[in-house]
C-alpha cells in the first residue's frame, strides 16, 4: 500500500469548467497499448503528464490513486488526470491484461512533442488546468466499473487499430474515436451515479420519447407520464440526468428541426409551425427568435 498522497494541482470543477472543456473537446492520443503482463509486474508510484486511461481486462490487486487504494478487478477503468500519483500492487500469482491510452484530452501546441511519461511540474499543470479532464458532478469519476467492458474494449481497440497508422483519415478516426470514448464515459458515469439510481433507464426513455413524438403541443405531464415519474421528480432526474430541463431539451430538439425543414423544405413558415405542433404561425416565431436570435424568415434566406 503506498502511503497517502495528494495530487500536485487538483483543478475544482464546476458546470462552467465542464462547459468550456466540452467545447473544446480535441484529444490528441499519445500512445495505445494492449498490454498482457508478465509475472512480476507492478507499477511504482509514479506520477504523468497526460490523461492516462489505465483498463483492466484481467487480473486483480489493488490500484492507489493519490493514496486511496481501489480493488482492481476485470472491466475496471482507472482514469489518471495529469499530476496525480498512482500505483499498483498485484495480487499474489495474478497476471494482468491491461488496455492502455496516453492522450491529451484537449490538443495544444506542442502536445506532439510532450512526454507524457515524464513528471510535470506545478507550472505546467497551472497551465494546462483548463484542459484536464473535469471531475466532481458534472465530470468523471477516477474510477470506473464498467456495466458492459466489451463496449468499452470494443471503443479501445478501434482506436488501437488506427493508431500505427499516420495517413489523415486514420489519424481522423483516432481523434473522433477517442471523443466517442470519452462520450461513452460520460454516459456510463451518468447511469452509475447512485443519486439518480435506478430511475437513469426511465429517464433515458423520457428523452428517447421526447426525440421521436417532439411537439409543441407536447407537456410536461405527459413525458413525465412516460416516466412513470411525478412531474417534479422527473423534471430533477432529467435536470440532473443532461443538465438541461425536459422543457429545454424538447424546445431543442423543435428547433433544429424546425431549422432543417426550412433549409431543405418549400413548405411556407406557417406549414411548418403547424407540423411541429405551435398552435400559432406567431408562436413559432416568438420561440424560434428566442432561441436562435433571428426569425424563421431570416434563417430561410
Known sequence: ?????????????????????????????????????????????????????????????????????????????????????????????????????????????????????????AAYLRRIAPDILPDGPTGLPSVIRMPNPASYEHLFFRIHHH????????????????????????????????RLGPTAEAVEAAARFIQEHASGRLGLAEIARQAAMSRSHFARSFKHHYQVSPMAYLRQVLIERAKMELMYDHRTIKHIAESLGYSTVHHFTRVFAEAVGMPPGAYRE
Open 163 to 194: 493508431f500505427a497508422m499516420r495517413d489523415p483519415a486514420s489519424r481522423l478516426r483516432v481523434k473522433a474515436g477517442a471523443i466517442d470514448l470519452i462520450a461513452f464515459l460520460f454516459a456510463v458515469g451518468s447511469r452509475l451515479d447512485r
Open 1 to 121: 500500500m503506498v502511503q497517502s498522497s495528494t495530487p500536485l494541482f487538483a483543478p475544482k470543477t464546476s458546470g462552467d469548467h465542464a462547459d468550456r472543456f466540452l467545447a473544446g473537446l480535441s484529444p490528441y492520443v499519445r500512445s495505445t497499448h494492449d498490454f498482457p503482463t508478465e509475472a512480476g509486474f507492478d507499477l511504482r508510484p509514479r506520477v504523468v503528464s497526460d490523461h492516462a486511461f489505465l483498463y483492466f481486462k484481467d487480473g486483480e490487486g489493488t490500484f492507489t490513486v493519490a493514496g486511496v487504494d481501489h480493488p482492481i478487478l476485470p472491466g475496471t477503468l482507472f482514469l489518471i488526470r495529469p499530476g496525480v500519483e498512482h500505483a499498483v500492487s498485484p495480487r499474489s500469482g495474478s497476471l494482468y491484461y491491461m488496455l492502455n491510452m496516453h492522450l491529451d484530452v484537449v490538443q495544444r501546441p506542442g502536445s506532439d512533442l510532450l512526454d507524457g511519461y515524464q513528471r510535470p511540474s
